[in-house]
């Protein structure tokens, strides 16, 4: 098996301190943590971004002031900067305008779904739009699916050309409304995969761990992180996102599993390829 892609998703836009006192909001926290997790064995963070009341945001100077401070201390971590945070509360502008600062990996949630009690949505124009412009400021997506019809819908866009290859999937399962956290599903969305694909697993909850293990053993590569699950074990809460990646990184060698790097994972997920070919 290849080496082992490690994500940490440090905040998400849902999990709040009145939930957890551990999760990171503000830009300096964000940025320590990202460094924390990357010292952990993280290849690539996942970034939301807050506002003063800790509500999401979009605003591309905190995105690039997380990034900077990262950068600063000398950790080379892929930044993945999310487009999906405010869906359904900003505009698709405001969504889109954070990849015009071009960060190496940005978030492309491949169509609406039902989530939990509200609706996240994903316009195939505001899709469409948003490929073009990662494609003209060199950014490579993160094709996150959440069901199959997402899955079907990328395939319509990497056929029209609107998304490139190589390509990079992240399945997001056991959201209320999407795909099921099961084996199964797993097996089925990754045989449905499209050629010059990539793929890793995350899911929700109590699901997390089991799913990230099904990853590892079926060679995927997994994501963890306070966004998208608080506990350790048990009614237990992780006390950092840190945490949980040390935990994936200790199974990884259990399976004999290496840890990729992030200058490994840039060149798995193609991050220099589509940089040298669009210089």
């Not at 082992?4 to 503000?26: C, D, E, F, H, N």
């Not at 993160?142 to 399945?171: N, V």
């Not at 797993?186 to 995350?202: A, E």
């Amino acid at each position: 098996m290849e080496k082992l892609i490690i994500s940490a998703a440090t905040t998400g836009s849902k999990t709040m301190r009145s939930m957890t006192p551990y999760v990171p909001i503000t830009e300096e926290e964000i940025a320590q943590q990202a460094v924390d997790c990357w010292r952990a064995g993280a290849a690539i963070v996942h970034i939301h971004v807050r506002d003063e009341h800790e509500q999401v945001s979009c605003d591309a100077d905190r995105y690039q002031k997380v990034t900077d401070l990262v950068q600063a201390t000398g950790c080379d971590v892929i930044m993945n900067w999310s487009t999906g945070g405010g869906a359904g509360v900003v505009t698709d502008e405001a969504r889109t305008a954070p990849v015009r600062l071009s960060p190496e990996v940005a978030s492309f949630d491949c169509g609406s779904t039902n989530f939990g009690d509200g609706v996240f949505i994903n316009s195939p124009r505001f899709l469409e739009n948003l490929a073009r412009e990662m494609d003209e400021h060199l950014v490579t997506p993160e094709i996150e699916i959440f069901d199959s019809g997402m899955l079907e819908y990328a395939r319509e866009l990497i056929d029209r050309g609107l998304l490139k290859a190589p390509h990079w999937f992240q399945f997001v399962l056991g959201v209320r409304g999407g795909a099921p956290a099961t084996a199964r599903e797993l097996c089925h969305l990754v045989g449905s995969l499209p050629p010059d694909s990539r793929w890793s697993v995350c899911a929700i909850g109590r699901h997390q761990l089991p799913m990230n293990m099904v990853g590892m053993a079926m060679g995927g590569h997994v994501r963890t992180g306070l966004e998208d699950n608080i506990y350790y074990g048990y009614r237990q809460l992780a006390t950092s996102n840190a945490q949980l990646v040390e935990r994936l990184a200790r199974l990884a060698g259990e399976m004999g599993r290496e840890i990729a790097s992030p200058a490994e994972a840039r060149e798995m997920i193609g991050v220099r390829a589509v940089r040298a070919g669009a210089a």
